[in-house]
Every structure is written in structure tokens, then in C-alpha cells.
T-cell receptor, first 112, second 108 residues
């Protein structure tokens, strides 16, 4: 059984660019949640996908969007990057919406 | 006021000491996670509990839903326990609300 994986590990982008981050769920999990963790802060909930549908969203603007694929892997897309988007982006998968979440190692995004 | 408050924010102790980290929350929840985050970012879920107490090795987590309070205890602490410990109540069916974390340092 493989764990949750994320790619890339690190990424540097410039302001105004677009970025796509990827997450592969743990085997058998149908729910993926995305979180943003700014330096020195606790993670903030971005959104959750359950069976390919968005199932809840935190206080993030529409330029943060996502997808979940039939194999339950997921993407986080951020358009028009801003300096404040620099953070560690974490995804977590779970067997179902209310079950324990298993976290990936994160993607560290730096926006210059 | 934050929805989730952890205390202490920083804790330094000697190897072998009994450690307690507290979490109070103001939102209605269905469950609560205790998470461990090491330098570099990786997060590990230690517990998810919705009532009572859970024990895993030297770790014990308790929750009192009525008082909106949870605690994480570490017995016989070890330097490898040094990490940030995060309390994350589950709001509704899906949203984790994270505390700021407690930075624990265990000295040999």
C-alpha cells in the first residue's frame, strides 16, 4: 500500500504565473483535501474533493481551483500567483469524507 | 479569537519527562485530529478521536466534547519526539481547522 505522494517537492514561480500541484491519494482513498501552510503558521483548509466533486471550500479566492480524477488523484491550480501564495501546500487523502486523513509530504512553492 | 487555541506554544523538556499539550476549540466538531509535523513539513496523523481516550505506544489523546477540550500526552519523552504538534478539529464533514501548533523540544 503506497502512501500519499505529492509533486513537485519544490517549485519557484514568479508573480502572475500559474502553477499546478499534484497529489496521488493513498490506495483505496476517494477523498482529497488541500491545505496551505504559510511559514510559521498552521495549515489552512483550501478545499476538498470527494469522488471528483468539490465537497467544501475554505476562504480562498477563485484563482485557487482543483480537480480530482477518476483514479482519485488530484490537482491544485493557482492562477495569477501573488507573493503571499508562497507556502507549503499539503494534500491529505482519506477513505471517505469523515475518516482519518493521511498527509503527503507537501510541495513548497516560492513566488518571487 | 482563534477558533483553536493550543498551549503551550513552545515547550522544552528533558528526556523522560511526561508531556501534556492542550487544545481548546470554539467550533462545533465531529472529531479531532492530533498531528505531528517534523522540520521539512511532513505531517503525520497521530490520532483521530471523537470521544474518550485513545492510546498508541507512549502517546495518549483525550477529548471532552462538552468542554471543547482535548489533550495530548507523551510518556517517557524522547528526543525523537521533538516536533510541532498540531490540534485539528474536524468541522462539519470535511474541514480541518488547525491550531497554531506546539513546538516541542526534548533534550537528552
Amino acid at each position: 500500500e503506497t502512501g500519499v505522494t505529492q509533486s513537485p517537492t519544490h517549485l519557484i514561480k514568479t508573480r502572475g504565473q500559474q502553477v499546478t500541484l499534484r497529489c496521488s491519494s493513498q490506495s483505496g482513498h476517494n477523498t482529497v483535501s488541500w491545505y496551505q501552510q504559510a511559514l510559521g503558521q498552521g495549515p489552512q483548509f483550501i478545499f476538498q474533493y470527494y469522488r471528483e466533486e468539490e465537497n467544501g471550500r475554505g476562504n480562498f479566492p477563485p484563482r485557487f481551483s482543483g480537480l480530482q480524477f477518476p483514479n482519485y488523484s488530484s490537482e491544485l491550480n493557482v492562477n495569477a500567483l501573488e507573493l503571499d501564495d508562497s507556502a507549503l501546500y499539503l494534500c491529505a487523502s482519506s477513505f471517505d469524507r469523515v475518516y482519518e486523513q493521511y498527509f503527503g509530504p507537501g510541495t513548497r512553492l516560492t513566488v518571487t | 479569537k482563534n477558533e483553536v487555541e493550543q498551549s503551550p506554544q513552545n515547550l522544552t523538556a528533558q528526556e523522560g519527562e511526561f508531556i501534556t499539550i492542550n487544545c481548546s476549540y470554539s467550533v462545533g466538531i465531529s472529531a479531532l485530529h492530533w498531528l505531528q509535523q517534523h522540520p521539512g513539513g511532513g505531517i503525520v496523523s497521530l490520532f483521530m478521536l471523537s470521544s474518550g481516550k485513545k492510546k498508541h505506544g507512549r502517546l495518549i489523546a483525550t477529548i471532552n466534547i462538552q468542554e471543547k477540550h482535548s489533550s495530548l500526552h507523551i510518556t517517557a519523552s524522547h528526543p525523537r519526539d521533538s516536533a510541532v504538534y498540531i490540534c485539528a478539529p474536524v468541522q462539519g464533514a470535511q474541514k480541518l481547522v488547525f491550531g497554531q501548533g506546539t513546538r516541542l523540544t526534548i533534550n537528552p
